[in-house]
């Protein structure tokens, strides 16, 4: 197993990381946004949410939910980390309760991740695209465990930089994969990811208090949102994304 890591989409487009098509597609991709997409899809995924449906932009989510009948969908996400106009849900995973979301499909666009997950796909066909934030971290680790192959973090980052709770999510895996195999090819991100993440390994939820992105939530009033996404290992979901949906 070779574990490989980018810390924001530009890198997987920029000329820091240029992966050569054969790795790409027989590596498993694991898209990381702590605060919070991640956490959100993962939380909808576990109250019943059929599948959620990302896209880069507002418009492309629009335009689906008119195809689709705005009425058989529900719209999700944010700009700037507040709700879009018009859209019924936001990016919070307190926002998606099982009566809310089961059974329906949700139309979802993120300032980052989905963003993310667009890149991915246009640069190839990874042999899986999985979901993981610090609620599912655990089952995430112990499925990519029984692979045993090449996995990329392809982490999201805010707006172009690093997210230090990105960081420590990444570091966290990292540490889990390390400990199942020994010794582990890493590429010099996922080392320095998992050197960070030992720095905070007792306490890991601190990385989301400390982080630009996760004080920004709290001055918006969001503070119950960093403490919800900072809990570890709540939910036994691996998530994937395949077709256009994430389930």
């Given amino acids: 197993m070779k574990i490989t890591l980018t810390f924001n989409p530009s890198e997987l487009v920029g000329a820091g990381f240029k992966p050569a ?3 790409w597609n027989v590596a498993r991709v694991v898209v990381i946004d702590v605060l919070r997409a991640c ?7 576990s109250q019943g949410c059929r599948a959620i449906y990302p896209f880069a932009s507002v418009r492309e989510c629009q335009e689906r939910a008119r195809a689709m009948g705005r009425d058989k969908v529900l719209l999700g996400g944010e ?7 018009g859209f019924q849900l936001g990016n919070s995973p307190l926002e ?10 949700v139309l979802f666009t ?15 066909k990874p042999k899986e695209v999985l979901i993981c934030s610090l609620l599912n971290l655990p089952a995430v680790a112990e499925y990519l465990v029984t692979k045993g192959e090449d996995v990329h973090l392809a982490l999201s980052g ?9 960081v420590v999510c990444g570091g966290m895996l990292i540490h889990r994969l390390v400990g199942a195999y020994g010794h582990t090819p890493l590429s010099d991100s996922a080392r320095l990811a998992h050197v960070t993440y030992l ?4 306490n890991p939820r601190q990385a989301l208090l400390d982080s630009t992105h996760g004080r920004r939530l709290i001055g918006l009033g969001m503070k119950r949102d960093v403490d919800f996404c900072g809990r570890v290992g709540v939910y036994d979901l691996v998530p994937r994304y395949s077709k256009g949906a994430v389930m």
Avoid: F, M, Q, W
């Fill in 39 to 45: 956490s959100t899809i993962t939380h909808a995924l």
């Fill in 158 to 166: 805010t707006n172009g930089e690093v997210s230090l709770e990105d």
């Fill in 96 to 105: 998606y309760p099982r009566e809310v979301v089961e059974g329906k499909d």
């Fill in 110 to 124: 993120t300032t980052n991740c989905t963003k993310n997950l667009n890149t991915i796909t246009r640069l190839g």
């Fill in 199 to 202: 720095h905070y390994k007792d």
């Fill in 79 to 85: 700009r700037g980390g507040l709700r879009i106009k």
């Fill in 21 to 23: 098509l054969a790795y």
